[in-house]
């Protein structure tokens, strides 16, 4: 699995966007880049997944260059309510049938009022 | 709410003891996951069933085992506990299936808080 790289914490104002970047250098041709969100004492939470190019839902957007050797996860008009600590995961989900995702220490973003 | 169910939610029990947690997928998934998280060391894997058998295994104890049932709910059992093994314990679930999108999204269960004195 590709090793990520994430600040380890951020700051921003309501309203503000906010981009949080992951680097994966070795990232893998059958990787996939997810994004997870996780709230104190609450387990994470889906948000996104790409593979490259620009992939976009409802509560964010994922933007993943060409080399694919880094991902930013674009949160729009942030609220203090996206006050959570944000992991960058990147492994083939399907190599082996091993679907284990390997958390790193995560971005923890904090939104001010 | 994600759809997966854990019991119970808070467990205090004492050093040496045995104790069992409860996981119960949300309807459908044939895969659950078992993660454990600490404070000094973040959320780890711990152990993967699909269909009731074991899947992939992470950094699981040989003092905790775990398995998974017919009607595909799951349980972990944690033995000779320790001070070290106080941690929020989660489940997660998912299709399991091939190619389904976003692929193999996980849901996670609101976890045990698992404390050993």
């Known amino acids: 699995l590709a090793k990520t790289t994430q600040p380890i914490s951020m700051d921003s104002y309501e309203g503000q966007e906010v981009n949080i970047t992951c680097s994966h250098n070795?990232?893998?041709?059958?990787?996939?880049i997810t994004w997870y969100q996780q709230f104190p004492s609450q387990g994470p939470r889906f948000i996104i997944q790409?593979?490259?190019t620009k992939v976009t839902n409802e509560v964010a957007s994922l933007f993943i260059p060409a080399d694919r050797k880094s991902s930013t996860l674009s949160l729009p008009r942030v609220s203090l309510s996206d006050t959570a600590v944000y992991y960058c995961?990147?492994?083939?989900?399907?190599?082996?049938?091993?679907?284990?995702?390997?958390f790193g220490a995560g971005t923890r973003l904090a939104v001010h009022p | 709410d994600s759809g997966v169910t854990q019991t119970p939610k808070h467990l205090i029990t004492a050093t040496g003891q045995r104790v069992t947690l409860r996981c119960s997928p949300r309807?459908?998934?044939?895969?659950v996951y078992w993660y454990q998280q600490s404070l000094d060391q973040g959320l780890q894997f711990l152990i993967q069933?699909?269909?009731?058998?074991?899947?992939a295994k992470g950094n699981i104890l040989e003092r905790f085992s775990a398995q998974q049932f017919p009607d595909l709910h799951s349980e972990l059992n944690l033995s000779s506990l320790e001070l070290g093994d106080s941690a929020l314990y989660f489940c997660?679930?998912?299709?399991?299936?091939?190619?389904?999108?976003?692929?193999?999204?996980?849901?996670f269960g609101p976890g045990t808080r698992l404390t050993v004195l």
């Open positions: 309807s459908g998934d044939l895969s």
């Open positions: 997660a679930s998912s299709g399991g299936a091939a190619r389904e999108g976003p692929y193999n999204e996980q849901f």
């Open positions: 069933y699909y269909n009731g058998e074991e899947r």
């Open positions: 790409g593979y490259k």
């Open positions: 995961l990147v492994g083939d989900v399907f190599s082996g049938g091993y679907n284990k995702l390997i």
């Open positions: 070795n990232i893998a041709t059958n990787d996939y």
